[in-house]
């Protein structure tokens, strides 16, 4: 992590917490995290503190990513920086992350310039005014651009720490941390950011059993009609419900946990590809294959062989044995 004066305090937190606890299955420390401030020098926080670092500037000549927390105001917020942070950033060849306002330093020191990026919604006025040649996107959760990755306020970097964690060592690591964490363990990049608008009284409904029951049913067809009626609302009020409580409409958030379901199974499971395909349900591995390729990239063997190769191995070589 690289600290500035004036830190956001959750998100000096988040990379400490997240990272720190993700284990493998013999409860080996997956990460090695640690803090570095310019000239190794305490930095303070609006809340009344300072933090005093183990490492200066040189620990960016070895690590492997660099998490940037989000600033409360000072010369990032005037689109200026150090410049021995800005030329430790520029010299650095790994993962770039930043959480909330962290995406004005990252763009201070020219590292996103024309590419996509996200920041808190708040401060996306400031931002595009400062630095115009950064493809801001303020209404997501958070962006990856492969080796730069962005995340917009506070409780959002915690979406993107656990994708990261999904990324490098898969979905059930990601979860065990969530489930430690009590948060969440999956919201994607794309949902929709908690901007402030004015919405409609809720009167006390809710569709959050309704998507409780979606997630025991994931294999069963689930039509608007049959949400509709377990949430006992008609499909307009429930749609609009539905997308005013998750970002989302229903029919996207159930294929998301479905895509979800399936990772994990075919990351933990043998499970033929049919079958998980069934057991998410997508019916057929040829709509699993779309809707999967479709979120990550690759086709489920592929995926299976990044988490569990033998088992990859095997799908494969008994596919080959039945054609």
Same mark, same amino acid.
């Given at each position: 992590m690289l600290v500035l004066d004036?830190f956001?305090?959750m998100?000096?937190g988040?990379p400490?917490?997240?990272?720190h606890i993700?284990?493998?299955?013999?409860?080996?420390?997956l990460y090695?995290v640690?803090t570095?401030?310019p000239g190794?020098?305490?930095v303070?926080?609006?809340?009344?503190?300072s933090i005093?670092?183990?490492?200066?500037?040189?620990l960016?000549?070895?690590?492997?990513t660099?998490?940037?927390?989000?600033v409360?105001?000072g010369a990032?917020?005037?689109g200026?920086?150090?410049p021995?942070?800005a030329a430790?950033?520029?010299?650095f060849?790994?993962r770039?992350?930043?959480?909330?306002? @962290? &995406?004005?330093?990252?763009?201070?020191?020219?590292?996103?310039?024309? !590419?996509? #990026?996200?920041t808190?919604w708040r $401060? %996306?006025?400031?931002?595009?005014?400062l630095h115009?040649?950064v493809l801001?996107?303020?209404?997501?959760?958070?962006?990856d651009?492969?080796?730069i990755l962005t995340?917009?306020?506070?409780?959002a970097?915690?979406?993107l720490a656990?994708h990261?964690?999904r990324?490098?060592?898969?979905?059930e690591?990601?979860n065990?941390?969530?489930r430690r964490?009590?948060t969440?363990?999956?919201?994607?990049?794309g949902?929709?950011?908690?901007?402030?608008?004015?919405l409609?009284p809720a009167? @006390? &409904?809710?569709?959050?059993?309704?998507r409780?029951w979606?997630?025991s !049913?994931l #294999?069963?067809?689930?039509?608007l $009609? %049959?949400?509709?009626?377990?949430a006992?609302m008609?499909v307009r009020t429930f749609?609009?419900?539905?997308?005013?409580?998750?970002?989302?409409s229903?029919?996207?958030w159930l294929n998301r946990?479905?895509?979800?379901?399936?990772?994990?199974?075919?990351?933990?499971?043998?499970?033929?590809v049919?079958q998980?395909?069934?057991q998410a349900?997508?019916?057929t591995?040829v709509?699993?294959?779309?809707?999967l390729?479709?979120?990550v990239?690759?086709s489920?063997?592929?995926?299976?062989q990044?988490f569990?190769?033998?088992?990859a191995?095997?799908?494969?070589?008994?596919a080959?044995?039945?054609s």
């Open positions: 004036d956001a305090t998100d000096v988040i400490g917490q997240f990272f993700a284990e493998d299955a013999d409860r080996r420390a090695d640690r570095c401030t190794g020098l305490p303070r926080c609006a809340a009344g503190y005093v670092p183990d490492h200066d500037l040189s960016l000549e070895w690590a492997d660099v998490v940037v927390p989000g409360h105001g990032p917020f005037e200026s920086l150090d021995d942070v430790a950033l520029r010299a060849r790994g770039i992350v930043s959480i909330c306002t @962290g &995406a004005f330093v990252l763009a201070a020191a020219g590292l996103l310039d024309g !590419r996509p #990026a996200t808190h $401060n %996306a006025a400031r931002f595009r005014r115009p040649r801001l996107n303020p209404d997501v959760l958070f962006v651009d492969g080796d995340s917009a306020g506070v409780a970097g915690t979406d656990l990261i964690i990324s490098d060592f898969g979905t690591v990601a065990k941390v969530a964490c009590v969440a363990p999956f919201r994607e990049g949902q929709a950011q908690f901007i402030e608008r004015p409609p009167q @006390g &409904a809710s569709t959050e059993s309704t409780a979606m997630l !049913r #294999a069963e067809p689930l039509d $009609n %049959a949400l509709a009626a377990h006992r008609s749609t609009r419900r539905f997308r005013e409580e998750t970002g989302l229903p029919a996207r946990q479905r895509v979800e379901h399936a990772r994990q199974l075919l990351e933990t499971t043998g499970l033929p049919d998980v395909a069934r349900g997508f019916g591995a709509s699993l294959r779309q809707h390729h479709a979120a990239g690759v489920p063997i592929a995926y299976r990044t569990r190769p033998q088992a191995l095997r799908s494969t070589t008994s080959t044995s039945s």
